[in-house]
Antibody, heavy 120, light 107 residues
Framework: EVQLVESGGGLVQPGGSLKLSCAVS????????IHWVRQASGKGLEWLGR??????????NYAASVQGRFTFSRDDSKNTAYLQMDSLKTEDTAVYYC???????????WGQGTLVTVSS | DIQMTQSPSSLSAFLGDRVTITCRAS??????LAWFQQKPGRAPRPLIY???GLQSGVPSKFSGSGSGTDFTLTISSLQPEDLATYYC?????????FGGGTKVEIK
């Protein structure tokens, strides 16, 4: 069974940092890219970016709203992807999801999300 | 960036009704469109990929169609468990973009 489990969310002050994890199981992690998506309370879905597989040189793409503040990484030996968030703003408060890049870029599996609250 | 416009933003229908949601892209995205269902407090659930492909485990009452700039998601017979917000997303070009969502309610 394919599973993605996010962790690391919590309360952080504006200007602070937080690192989220996305632990996966049930598929060959190293073969797939990982995307990050967030959703503020009562709002729609916002794509944040993705990190590709080793075969694609771990290339990354970022949304303009997080470029320069957020960094994607992954450790294929641990079947885990990471989202490092720096210089956090109150508007970064949201539930953060990771999802798999399926075959043919099919967005087929998502994690359950982790809540990040940026507040003083 | 490619803009994705969903309509309507909300709808109310009777049980058993056929429901159609539309998604329009601001430029040609070929077939690279996905649909998701999201219930309150839950993660998005993938329904459709490549405009018309049914994700594994998704009931056949859901169907997708379209290509280029105009796409539709159809629920053939609305049931109580279909109460949710539905989103489209293009994955033709980066940044990936979502539609604003369509909230489906039961009359």
């Amino acid at each position: 069974e394919v599973q993605l489990v996010e962790s690391g969310g919590g309360l952080v002050q504006p200007g602070g940092s937080l690192k989220l994890s996305c632990a996966v199981s049930g598929f060959t992690f190293s073969d797939h890219g990982i995307h990050w998506v967030r959703q503020a309370s009562g709002k729609g879905l916002e794509w944040l970016g993705r990190i590709r597989s080793k075969s694609k040189s771990y290339a990354t793409n970022y949304a303009a709203s997080v470029q320069g503040r957020f960094t994607f990484s992954r450790d294929d030996s641990k079947n885990t992807a990471y989202l490092q968030m720096d210089s956090l703003k109150t508007e970064d408060t949201a539930v953060y999801y990771c999802r798999r890049d399926g075959y043919g870029d099919n967005p087929d599996y998502w994690g359950q999300g982790t809540l990040v609250t940026v507040s003083s | 960036d490619i803009q994705m416009t969903q309509s309507p933003s909300s709808l109310s229908a009777f049980l058993g009704d056929r429901v159609t949601i539309t998604c329009r892209a601001s430029q040609d995205i070929t077939y690279r469109l996905a649909w998701f269902q999201q219930k309150p407090g839950r993660a998005p659930r993938p329904l459709i990929y490549a405009a018309s492909g049914l994700q594994s485990g998704v009931p056949s009452k859901f169907s997708g169609s379209g290509s280029g700039t105009d796409f539709t998601l159809t629920i053939s017979s609305l049931q109580p468990e279909d109460l949710a917000t539905y989103y489209c997303q293009q994955y033709y070009a980066y940044p990936l973009t979502f539609g604003g969502g369509t909230k489906v309610e039961i009359k």
